[in-house]
């Protein structure tokens, strides 16, 4: 706790002490190792000082013998004898000491003579007594006694020649032998002075380095023995302080230490924290008042009080507080004890809102006593039912309320009241004005401690609108929201329970499957707002066709079904067929737009063609496809051959989907005549499927299918990929460079990534745009509109020119004509094959030829096979043509022979070109 009496101080300050002392010994060991150091360091430069003085002595000495030697001087030899005693006294003290007989003052002389400090000398006989040994130390001393010999020799050269000067003077062969043997000397002597010196040198840094961490470790040791210490002595203090803390903590409620006299808060508990949002030294010196909304003037000691505590972002919460007096040494302390009073708080809240709500809620409530008879209602009930409480006081409410089948509420709805349940369900309820009602009720039962049963409480809603609501709800959910007919789940159930009736009393039912066609033309034309309307007069009309018993539905986009009930034979369905076929073509007048549509119908009837709803609808929808594959505009009963072809069209798109990855496909040329020379001129590329189980299938068969499943973009990626390819295979080989013309769906046309595509892989293969002709449907031009015009402009840009095909077969519209890129218009084959007896043919073909040639357009005559039709196109001005007169489609090795007749014969019975005979 952060707030300690004075009963307090006195313990901890002798749980202290030992700590306190504890830091005294340290700091006494850390100082008295520092003493040592430092005597240590002082011994080490009292061997350094010697160790210069001996070094230097015996230097002098060398060179004060040598020139004694050569001159004879006195003063050279008395120098000498100087230096010479004191490497003798050096040596004497070394090995007195060494040997530990001595006597302090012979080593105090010795040490004087050296010019060793007198600080030093102790601790240098210390050392040299017992560390002799010492790394460095030892290698120091040896190298100093290595030279004893060699320095007695000095002595004994020096005897000698002092001897022969005092005879009259050496000879000059003496001098030079003696000069000899001290150079000798010298030379053994200096090195290993030097060793001396840089051994000391070596032994000083070493010793240094041990005191110095021989010092940092007793520090770590001390420090260590006495942080442990504390820790134990401050666990102690620790525990104590948590036990107090641990209950003033964990009261439940929040207690608060303040001081009398200045008002500020001492202390806080961690409930007080919590329920203020403030950390405890946040709150640690704030002022008490500070907590509370309200003032706490007049509050008396020992008495409870109400007020408002203040906690986090405004938050309020509603408390009771009581204060009382107490003193910590000679401070007065109030301790202040909060207790949270928001559950007593909340409760009396919820009383006076279950009140207000009772009578301000818009359902309507009403209590009655245990005889069902009322007590009281709300406002509601008031507004709802009309009937004031007053009036309705004494009667029994179920009295006015019924059944929905109009009986009275039955004893068993009370019985299960009695028992602890309660009753919700729907009754009719009446007004003050005597009208009814449906109304959803909840009844339940308030009972005494004995379980038995005070009063009755009804709470209860008007559903009338809720009613209409969901009848609303049922109709969407059963009907199509465009058109207002049944939607495909009503369908079937319907259909259903048609069969049923019809097993029963041994009658047919027919299901009418009906597609408009060309919708999506119309959608793509004027727009899906015009298609919406237009799908809402077709439902009108089939409607128009229908019996009452009968029931149309749309079952999605442009795709309607009609249930024909009571019929003896399915045949009968002919005419309500017939009659729907022909209000259906007839136009339809939507704003400003004539709209003319036809649709394809298929019919299914039970129990012929199925037993059930499903059957039904999906063979109605076989025969549907048949009809608008074969004729449209018409209708088809179903047969068991046609979910043949269903099932086939769905192999073959499962079996297309790999085609491309296995690699199936491949392509064949058919060569382009000139009319006039018989010159190949171009070729078209035709794409064939050679399927590894069915053999060669012919694009008219996989050609739809791959545009139902999207595909046919891929599949035209990689005819543009492979004609490409060999054109450029073809201009390697030397052949002479003709047109290709690659036939292009709607779907990639129409892509915006068109051009770039088609860009891309000519400049890849380096070849020019006049190379490659695109043919494209003048009914996929329709389709596309004004995207048809921006994407020609764009190609006529690149320099690609572009043929339309399968001319005067669609629409026809002539605009298209116009359009830049457009170079070439083909001749369909269905004008060509009745030339040139069919004078209807004739005369289209002609006049094809003749706006070809208006407007600068080449043409090209698809499917010539005989001579006839040649003469005929050529004398009528077509310049090319293509047919099996001419060439079946060709490999492309066998057009590179054709053209190129030194290439190596490519045997194939396929390959014929026949020529034009000329008159």
Known sequence: MRFVGNSLQRPLSRRLMPLVYALAVAIALTMALTWGVLQVQVNLAGFLNSESVWSKAQKQAVIDLDNYAIDGSAADLASFRNNYELLKSDRWGRDAI????????????????????????????????????????QEALAAWRSTDASL????????????????????????????????????????????????????????????????????????????????RILESIRGSEERYRLLFDSAADAIVMVDENSGRILDVNR?????????AGELIGDRFVHLFKQSLAGQQAGRAASNVLLGEAGAKRPVETQSSVVSWGNMPVRQAIIRDISERVAIEQERKIAAEALASIVEGVIIADADRRVISTNAAHTDITGFTCQALRGRRFDDSRRLADGKPLPKSIWVDIAAGHNWIGEVLSTRSDGSSYPEHISISAIRDAENQVLYFVAVFTDIHEAKLHQHRLEHLARHDPLTGLVNRAEFERRCSDAIVVAERERLAVVVLFIDLDAFKIVNDSYSHAIGDRLLVKVAERICR???????????????????????????????????????????LVIDDYEVVLSASIGVAGYPLDGVDAAALIANADAAMYTAKTEERNAFRFYTPMMHADTRRRLQLASELRQALARNEFHMLYQPSVELRTGRIVAVEALLRWQHPDRGEVLPGEFIPVAESLGMIRRIDEWVMQAVCAQIQVWDLAGMPPIRVAVNVSARWFGHPAFVDGVSRTLQSRQLSPKRLLLEITESAMLRLGDETERTMRTLHALGIDVAVDDFGTGYSSMAYLKLPAVAFLKIDRSFVTGLPGNTNDAAIAEAMLAMSRSLGLGTIAEGIETEAQHDFLLRAGCSEGQGYLYSYPLKADEVLHLLCPNQPQVPSSRLRLVPPRRG
């Open 98 to 137: 060494a040997s530990g007989h001595f006597s302090q003052e012979d080593i105090t002389r010795v040490f004087t003579r050296g010019n060793i400090m007198p600080a030093a000398q102790s601790g240098m006989t210390f050392m040299l007594q017992h560390f002799s040994g010492a790394p460095h130390v």
């Open 152 to 231: 007695d020799e000095l002595g004994t050269i020096a005897d000698e020649l002092q001897q022969a000067y005092r005879n009259g003077g050496p000879s000059s062969a003496e001098i030079v032998r003696q000069r000899a043997r001290i150079h000798t000397i010298n030379a053994y002597v200096a090195p290993r002075t030097d060793v001396f010196s840089i051994e000391m040198v070596k032994g000083a840094l070493w010793l240094g380095q041990l005191l110095f961490w021989g010092v940092l470790g007793a520090f770590f040791i001390a420090a260590l023995l006495w942080l442990r210490m504390g820790r």
């Open 271 to 279: 409930t007080a924290s919590a329920w203020t949002g403030r950390d």
């Open 545 to 587: 066709q229908l019996s009452e018993s009968d029931v149309a539905g749309r079952i999605g986009g442009d795709e309607f079904t009609v249930l024909i009930n009571r019929l003896s034979l399915r045949e009968d369905a002919r005419a309500i067929v017939n009659r729907l076929l022909v209000s259906l073509s007839e136009p």
